[in-house]
């Protein structure tokens, strides 16, 4: 549990769960800096084409590529399936990028003169550094069967399974019914699986995985959610033949992709389904390239305590999974643009998340809600331009914001956990072939939190800001 | 004097390696319907897409290209099999247009339908900058498609006849499973083996799907491979009747001509033994 103190009518993070939080935060920052699914040269090896059919520029898909996918990984020429490929044909690629990063904190808290976690400091480390690495294996078992199975590690060599999914595709000739069943990306417009961006800070969409603080320095810790992790679940997804209209709707484990029914942060046993529905509509204006407006929905639930918990030798209560009850309500909601005009894009995307008051104040169901405890609501918009100068340089540029537009108890700073984001760089890449991918990939990131800790200086709640810069030599093959 | 040719060498030489840099590349237009395509834009679109296949020049010999069976098109020798103009003909920009959108079956050529109109337009008038042909030449007329006549039984059995007549079963054998005895023989204009269309097992065609577009293959010839145009020895009543005789050779998929000819006693017959023949499983594995 996260330790409380009043202080001057205010609560405050005592010094152990400071440093939690920051252990916290520099675990996510570690974890989203691992790659995602992205290009998969096995498909360009496959078809004999170069990275710059299915990518604007990899990993950022084409409609073409889209397309691909929508259609089950297949082009649809009745020479998908496996049976046509060389038998020494194997639908596997890794992806890796070595680099060099400085990251930047202002703010954080460190051991002081006073004891432990009790000053306020700028520092900054920098160094040689690799990412994580993904096995991607992906491809057609049969024709309108197929598969993405992705092996992930983080940087330190350990694995996970990012992706694990079979697709049944144009089932009863339609390409209406598909049906995708295991571990997947939600249908985002905006991949986060194919983000442009790596760095520690710039590697993530702020909006994709935003949660709220209960107070200045209290995480929500009722459950772990981001709309850009992949979840459990069953999808069905349909369009039309040249992909102009997608729609699609998911039933979800209520998990964030976490087996055995264990939701995210170990709190209370998940037992809960959610659902996620996406659609989208494309079209021509002249020349200036397709346009395409969509919105998308998550709604989610997840259980508050624990019906059961056994006892371990060490005395210590723990859920037992699955057994999760006092489900409480989340929901995502956005909307997004994506506008070309000929090598020039830019995507905008609305976002609104609301958490209720239970989830919001880390309170069980089957207890009352704290003294003016709200239901947190907040609004988002991303803004993410490329110019694309030939397929093999582009252009990113990235601006995200957060607004709390509730928060979980009226006594917080309103703007307690507002983010801003600013990233840029650019890609390029020396050479474009069907068989192998590689990046110079250079980029800055730098992101604005408010109010998310008590400075154990002043006492009064304080933002912080980081910072990412990075290099990397990012290749898949 | 010797410097003075000296410096003619000199000029003549810079002129002969940077003039054709510097000269301006042939620009093209393709016009399909209100669309009009530009060269220029198409390129972009042509080494993003499709130069792995068709190479940097449009010759067919891309990275790929050895790799790639049938073998990727040759825009510089300019012969196309989806036309709906005479056979030896160039094709109209549509017909450039509706390969792009449709692909080509069996073969590494996919839909490009997610591209935009204008992109495809744009694809179009690029390609036509690498064959001289596009200079000199003109399209074809397209040829003309007459209503197609009802479907008859009368229809059926004389486009079996002409099937025999016109001996197509050598190449597509008897039974249109492409297997008839020449099929081994065959080569395109690269040399290269081929096969003939399978009826059997196959749904789709090269050329589109609909009746117009099989009359259209009758009657342009598919340049550039052993299917000749039938445009001469072929009235367009025969064609059809043709056409609603190969509908019913596809066993598999659903037509009015299959349903017709599966309710004499021999078309059931026929088709009822075509399909214990071989245990088909709606996955076409051979072209």
Not at chain 1, 69 to 93: L, V
Not at chain 2, 31 to 37: D, S
Not at chain 2, 152 to 175: D, M, R, V, Y
Request: net charge neutral; glycine share 10%; charged share 15%.
């Amino acid at each position: 549990m996260y330790l409380l103190c009043p202080a001057a009518g205010k609560s405050r993070l005592t010094r152990p769960a400071t440093a939690l939080l920051y252990s916290c935060f520099l675990l996510t920052i570690t974890l989203f800096n691992c790659h995602p699914t992205s290009a998969i040269p096995a498909f360009a090896r496959k078809y004999g084409m170069p990275c710059s059919a299915c990518h604007e520029a990899w990993p950022k898909l084409s409609p073409f590529g889209q397309q691909f996918k929508d259609n089950g990984y297949q082009m649809g020429n009745d020479r998908d399936a496996p049976i046509f490929q060389n038998p020494a044909y194997w639908p596997i690629a890794l992806r890796i990028t070595p680099n060099w990063h400085l990251e930047t904190f202002n703010n954080a808290v460190v051991d002081g003169t006073g004891g432990p976690n009790s000053a306020v400091e700028n520092y900054k480390t920098q160094g040689f550094d690799y990412t994580g690495m993904d096995i991607l294996t992906a491809g057609t078992l049969a024709k309108d069967f197929s598969f993405l199975l992705v092996p992930s590690s983080d940087e330190t060599g350990a694995f996970h399974f990012e992706s694990v999914n079979l697709r049944f595709s144009n089932i009863l000739n339609s390409s209406w019914f598909n049906i995708k069943v295991g571990k997947f990306e939600l249908d985002n417009l905006q991949s986060e699986k194919r983000i442009m961006t790596l760095s520690s800070n710039g590697g993530f969409y702020q909006n994709y995985h935003f949660q709220p603080l209960v107070q200045p320095g209290v995480p929500e810790a009722s459950y772990t959610f981001g709309i850009g992790d992949n979840q459990i679940g069953i999808e069905w997804m349909g369009h039309s033949k040249n992909d102009r209209t997608r729609v699609s709707a998911s039933l979800l484990n209520g998990t964030d992709g976490n087996p055995d029914f264990i939701t995210g942060n170990g709190g209370a046993a998940g037992r809960a389904y959610s659902g996620f529905f996406a659609a989208s509509q494309a079209f021509e204006i002249g020349n200036l390239g397709l346009q395409r407006v969509g919105g998308f929905a998550y709604i989610g639930q997840t259980p508050t305590f624990s019906r059961f918990t056994n006892t371990g030798p060490d005395g210590v209560p723990v859920p037992i999974p699955g057994t999760g009850i006092g489900n409480q309500l989340y929901y995502r909601l956005g909307l997004i643009g994506m506008w070309y005009v000929k090598k020039f894009d830019l995507t905008t995307m609305y976002f609104y998340g609301h958490d209720s008051a239970y989830l919001g104040t880390n309170t069980p169901a089957n207890q009352p809600l704290p003294p003016g405890a709200h239901a947190p609501s907040w609004n988002g918009g991303l803004f993410e331009a490329h110019y694309t100068f030939n397929p093999q340089m582009i252009f990113i540029n990235r601006y995200e914001l957060i607004r709390m537009s509730q928060q979980a108890f009226s006594s917080n700073p309103g703007d307690t956990g507002d983010v801003d984001a600013l990233t840029f760089g650019f890609r390029y890449y020396p050479f474009m072939n069907s068989r192998a991918g590689f990046a110079f990939h250079n980029e800055y990131s730098i992101v604005w939190q408010r109010n998310i800790f008590i400075s154990p200086v002043t006492g009064f709640p304080a933002g912080i800001t980081s910072s990412s810069l990075m290099f990397g030599l990012d290749f898949a093959f | 004097m010797r410097t003075t040719t000296q410096l003619e060498l000199a000029l003549s030489l810079v002129a002969l390696v940077f003039v054709p840099i510097l000269a301006p590349a042939q620009q093209m237009e393709s016009h399909v319907g209100k669309l009009t395509g530009n060269s220029n834009a198409g390129a972009d679109l042509y080494y993003r897409y499709c130069w792995g296949c068709h190479g940097a020049r449009g010759n067919g010999d891309g990275e790929n290209a050895p790799w790639v069976q049938p073998t990727p098109r040759n825009f510089v020798a300019a012969t196309y099999k989806c036309r709906s103009t005479p056979t030896g003909t160039l094709p109209t920009d549509e017909d450039l247009y509706n390969s792009l959108g449709r692909g080509f079956i069996t073969t590494n050529m996919p839909s490009w339908i997610t591209l935009t109109d204008q992109n495809r337009a744009d694809l179009v008038a690029f390609i036509k900058t690498f064959s001289p042909r596009w200079k000199t030449e003109k399209p074809g007329d397209s040829i003309a498609v007459p209503p197609e006549p009802a479907l008859t039984l009368a229809s059926i059995q004389h486009g079996k006849e002409l099937f025999q007549k016109l001996e197509c079963w050598k190449c597509h054998g008897p039974e249109g499973r492409g297997d008839g005895p020449s099929a081994s023989t065959l080569t395109d204009s690269n040399d290269q083996p081929i096969k003939p269309y399978n009826f059997y097992t196959g749904y789709r065609f090269k050329c589109g799907t609909s009746n117009s577009d099989l009359y259209k293959i009758f009657m342009s010839g598919l340049d550039g491979t052993p299917m000749p145009s039938f445009a001469d020895v072929v009235k367009p009543e025969e064609a059809w009747d043709l056409v609603h005789y190969l509908r019913t050779l596809q066993i598999w998929h659903k037509s009015p001509e299959l349903t017709l000819w599966e309710s004499t006693p021999q078309g059931a017959e026929i088709v009822k033994a075509e399909k214990v023949r071989n245990t088909y499983t709606g996955n076409p594995i051979h072209p």
